[in-house]
């Protein structure tokens, strides 16, 4: 998956705790995305980074957060879990933002109880 | 606010046919229009990706077309194989040159190749 890695796999947790997702890439692209994929949905955008501490919401963006110290790291938190959120989340990356061909992860399956 | 609709939702065919999917969108300003591929349980496969000026791409045996007035793109696949059995979803690219934090994607076709 073009040196992506996604952490957890899997992981079940339960409501109002807080969950971080990990998302690592040994490309050394500029630009990294959250998305996340629910049945009748299909992929929606949850956050961006174009740079090093460099962050933009998406579409579906509250409840979540995002940070990026590193070029290869970008991490998803979500602070408080609520049973919505369970979903498919996927890590994106790109090597420009102007011809975004886009190379992701295998995913993470979370599920909130 | 544009929306991308693929069809059909789900199709399954016999080994061998040829077969296309489509994708439609309602704003043609877009910049870009990707096909991609995934796999049950897993991530999203780039397949083809068309610029707003072009009008088709290929790749051995996928050939996908765009037709940015109508706000159409089809993707077609030659002699179906089992190993092609996968979601299929398309994504579009606005024009703002705001890179992919202005994709949207399709629902998706899940397409069933029959041995």
């Known amino acids: 998956d073009a040196g992506i890695t996604q952490s957890p796999r899997h992981k079940v947790t339960e409501t109002g705790t807080p969950v971080t997702l990990r998302c690592h890439q040994t490309?050394?692209?500029?630009?990294m995305y959250w998305y996340r994929q629910d049945p009748g949905h299909g992929l929606r955008l949850i956050h961006y980074?174009?740079?090093?501490?460099?962050?933009d919401k998406g579409e579906v963006s509250d409840g979540y957060s995002v940070s990026r110290s590193k070029t290869e790291d970008f991490l998803l938190t979500l602070e408080s879990a609520t049973s919505s959120q369970t979903s498919v989340y996927f890590c994106?990356?790109?090597?420009?933002?102007?011809?975004?061909?886009?190379?992701f992860g295998s995913g993470t399956q979370l599920s909130v109880l | 606010k544009q929306e991308v609709t693929q069809i059909p939702a789900a199709l399954s065919v016999p080994e061998g046919e040829n077969l296309v999917l489509n994708c439609s969108f309602t704003?043609?300003?877009?910049?870009?229009l990707q096909w991609f591929r995934q796999d049950p349980g897993k991530g999203l496969t780039s397949l083809l990706l068309?610029?707003?000026?072009?009008r088709e791409q290929t790749s051995g045996r996928l050939n996908a077309s765009l037709d940015k007035s109508s706000g159409r793109s089809t993707l077609y696949i030659a002699a179906s194989q089992p190993g092609d059995s996968a979601t299929y979803l398309c994504?579009?690219?606005?024009?703002?040159?705001?890179?992919?934090?202005?994709?949207?994607f399709g629902k998706g076709t899940h397409l069933i190749i029959q041995p």
């Open positions: 994106a990356i790109s090597e420009s933002g102007e011809l975004p061909k886009l190379f």
């Open positions: 490309e050394n692209h500029r630009y």
């Open positions: 980074s174009y740079g090093v501490k460099d962050t």
């Open positions: 704003d043609s300003a877009i910049y870009n």
């Open positions: 068309i610029q707003s000026s072009q």
């Open positions: 994504a579009v690219a606005k024009y703002s040159g705001g890179g992919a934090d202005g994709l949207t």
